[in-house]
Structures are given as structure tokens and as C-alpha cells.
């Protein structure tokens, strides 16, 4: 089934284009439903399609020689994924799963291609929107090259505060701790020894339950990118994180 | 100075473009000569420019709130860099520095995005060109996530082994190790911890030599990408590593 104009136009990055050119990529466009755990594509095989999350959220994961899985990114909706690999027409990098049932639009890969060779205004469009998504990328490495793992878990657990003024806050983890680990980037001892430490800074954990009881130190110690970065409020980074409260299936 | 057509033709990039399209880039492009040392781009701030590296080479790095600085990518003969920056119209999210004295073109970024704009032969070659970056920012997280800091200076020792089917090397590491460091995005001392690691795997150092005594054991532990990844030789692996034997300025 074909989305149709008014979907389409639902996606931030088809909002500008013309009528005349959001026909076209609605007839090369099916949508899709798709059930938590579902493999939508997987690493070392050759796009057939890009997606586009309408609904739920999709897991981005990729795998090393010795099979260790790091999950790279969560989509939710609005955001795109495989659009390098479809563009340059390569294996896919990463898999994707269905975390949280999803509705996509899946634009066929070769269709696509040929459209954007045509088509300048949806060249240009998708160039800016993988330039965002690259960007994204940029500040992951900087996270994991710069931050201790206690820095990264500082970071995470203060994005999860609802409210931006609060001094203290109480909450339950998003998931559970080996998905935590994964998601941060190391090995779950690793993930304990990091909660030692920002023990002496206020966090307090019982089994998923957290309590930070000195928002501002934590804060200080931990370094998040809204400090610095204009362009993240620290609303962003909470949705970002908020985005990840799912699991991953094994 | 114009680069003119037959330089602009000698980047990978652009050596399928029309004449024609090439002498409308050719009027937006300047040729610059940099000393080592000299910041071209600056972190935060609005693009002017996209550049190409005709010869020597550029660091990127970007900056934390608290100062500490991370080295993501070093730019070699034939790269681009800030096209994501460019093309989204944000401000830059690395710095770049010169780290062996180069030649660039300078592309002006307004003209540029217009052209983009009217011209789909360039915008999906440029799209392309961004995927295939992308794609290596995904591998380089996979990288930091799922392989410990020891697997990770495995991998980086066996890219400098010259000889492929060579079961033991001696050589000289490209760079001081506090720099060394930066590019595994590790702190020092955890890289001492990671020789150490090493050693048991026949990896002896004195000073800045290097004698790696049992190649398939160091392989087996450090499992480099191309054990899996069908686009990567060992060779291409060994060419990311050199290119990044040059200092990066403090």
C-alpha cells in the first residue's frame, strides 16, 4: 500500500517538496507494519530499500568480526535510516530491528536513485538530511572519545530528569542494565564500576531504581553537551535519551 | 588562484562531472597552500567554505565542554572535509588543522549550496560522496563500542605491519603516545594498561619501537574489521593507519 501525499508530507524532510515531486516518491513508496523484534534489513546485504519511521522506533545495530553487537542508534519517527548505503549503493553498515512496532515508509532503493538523479530539489533535500544525521555521528565519537564511561552514564542519567530545574530526582531506569551498557558503549562490569563511582556524587541506585540527589555536582562532573553546544537544548538530549528506552531483541 | 578543470578532475569526486559543471565549481573554487600547524576551520562557527585535499593532510577534532579535545578524523590527498556542515548550513562541529603541510581547494558554501540546488548530476554525486563518510563514522563507533581499548591498539599495530602474510614485524610507532592515545580515544594511562595487556599476545615496545612477535595471535585477539567486512582489504586498513602518522597541533 502506497502512503500517499498526506503521510509523506508528514516526514520533516518531504514537508518543502512539490506536490509533483512527493508523487513520485509516492509511487516508488509502500508502508509498512511491523511488529516489536522484526528484522527490517541486515548488515553486508545490498539495499532494496530506505526508510522512514512513521511510528515506533527501530534499533540500529552493527556487528563486530567476533559477533560483539554495539547498538549505534535508536530512530524514532521522522528519522531515516540506510540512506548512506542506499546512496551509495553498498552493503549495508548496520541492522535494523523493530523495538517498539513500527509503521515505516520504505522507499524503494533503485527508484529512489534515479529520482535523485533527476530531481535536483530532492537531491538537495536529502543531502541536508544526511548531513544532520552525520553531524549526529560527529558528537557520538566526540562522546565516546572524550567521556569516562562514568561521564557517559552521568550524562544519560540527567538526561532522563523531566525537569530542567530540578536539584533532585527520582526515577526508574529505562531498561535494564546490560541494554544500558550496550547503548553506552562498554562492558557491563565496566557499567557497575561507573556507578561506584558517581555514588560519591549523589547517585544512588536500587535494583532500576535511581536517585540523584545533587543534580548540579552531577552535572559538573559529567560535562553534557548542552553546556557548550548551542545548537542541543537540554530538552533534545533528554528526548534523545528517552528515545532509547526500549528493548533491543538478542 | 582557480584550481581549474583539470586539478578539480583530479579528486575522485569530481572526475565524473561534465566539463561543463566542472568550469561552474572551477568559478567558486581558490586554491590554498597551508603551513603545518594552521587552523582552517573553527568549531562553532557558521561554514564558509568546503574544502578538498589536493595534497598533505588535516586533522579534525572536536571539542567537549570542559576543554578536552577528541581527534575523529584525519583527512588525507583526495578527501573533503565539513561538506555535512556546509550542506546543512550549521556551524561546524570539528575544528581542522593542518598536520603536514597541504594544498587545498576551498569551495565558497553559499555558491556552492546554489549550485547544488540547480544541478542533480552534483547534488547525488556530493550525496554519494557524504554516504561513503558516513558509513566509515559508523564503523569508527562500532570500533569504540564493542572492542576494548587493547583490541582496539591490536588493530591499530597490525594496520603498520607492511607485509600482509608477515607472521612477526618490528617497526617504529608513527606518534608520540599521548597522541596515540587521542586517536584510540583513550586516556594515557589507559593505554599503558592496553601494552601491558598486549604483552602476554607478543607485543614488546622500548620507547616508540614496536616488535609484534606473534601476528596470527594478535589478529585472533584484536579482530580487526576486515576478518568480516568484505569491502575493507588489510591493505585499506593499513592506509587509514599511516595516513594518520603526523602530529596534530596542541
Known amino acids: 500500500m502506497r502512503p500517499g501525499i498526506a503521510t509523506l508530507r508528514t ?25 516489536h523484534g522484526r528484522l527490517i534489513c541486515e548488515q553486508g546485504k545490498i539495499p532494496t530499500e530506505l526508510y522512514y519511521v512513521l511510528d515506533g522506533q527501530v534499533a540500529l545495530s552493527t556487528t563486530a568480526p567476533d559477533g560483539t553487537r554495539a547498538v549505534v542508534e535508536v530512530i524514532r519517527p ?4 540506510v540512506m548512506a548505503s542506499v546512496m551509495a549503493c553498498l552493503p549495508y553498515v548496520q541492522s535494523a530491528h523493530v523495538v517498539q512496532r513500527a509503521r515505516l515508509v520504505a522507499i524503494e532503493a533503485e527508484a529512489m536513485r534515479a529520482l535523485v538523479e533527476q530531481e535536483p530539489e530532492l537531491a538537495s533535500t536529502l543531502l541536508r538530511s544526511l548531513s544532520r544525521d552525520y ?12 567521556r569516562t564511561t562514568a561521564q557517559r552514564l552521568g550524562c544519560y542519567l540527567l538526561a532522563l530528569v523531566p525537569d530542567p530545574n ?14 544500558l551498557a550496550a547503548r553506552l558503549g562498554c562492558r557491563q ?21 535511581v536517585r540523584l540527589s545533587d543534580i548540579p555536582r552531577l552535572t559538573e562532573y559529567s560535562m553534557p553537551d548542552y553546556l557548550s553546544d548551542k545548537e542541543l537544548s537540554k530538552a ?3 528526548l534523545e535519551a528517552t528515545a532509547e528506552e526500549v528493548s533491543v531483541p538478542a
Request: hydrophobic share 40%; glycine share 6%.
Open 78 to 81: 521522522n528519522g531515516d535510516f
Open 11 to 35: 516526514l520533516s524532510v518531504f514537508e518543502d517538496l512539490s506536490i509533483d515531486l512527493l508523487e513520485k516518491v509516492d509511487r516508488i513508496s509502500n508502508l509498512m507494519s511491523l511488529e
Open 166 to 179: 530540578a536539584a533532585e530526582a527520582d526515577f526508574r531506569l529505562p531498561f535494564e542494565k546490560g541494554l
Open 135 to 146: 553531524r549526529s555521528l560527529v558528537r557520538q565519537i566526540r562522546d565516546l572519545k572524550v
Open 189 to 209: 562490569e565496566n557499567l557497575s564500576r561507573a556507578f561506584a563511582t558517581l555514588r560519591d556524587l549523589g547517585v544512588e541506585t536500587r535494583g532500576s531504581r
Open 236 to 238: 533534545d538530549q533528554a
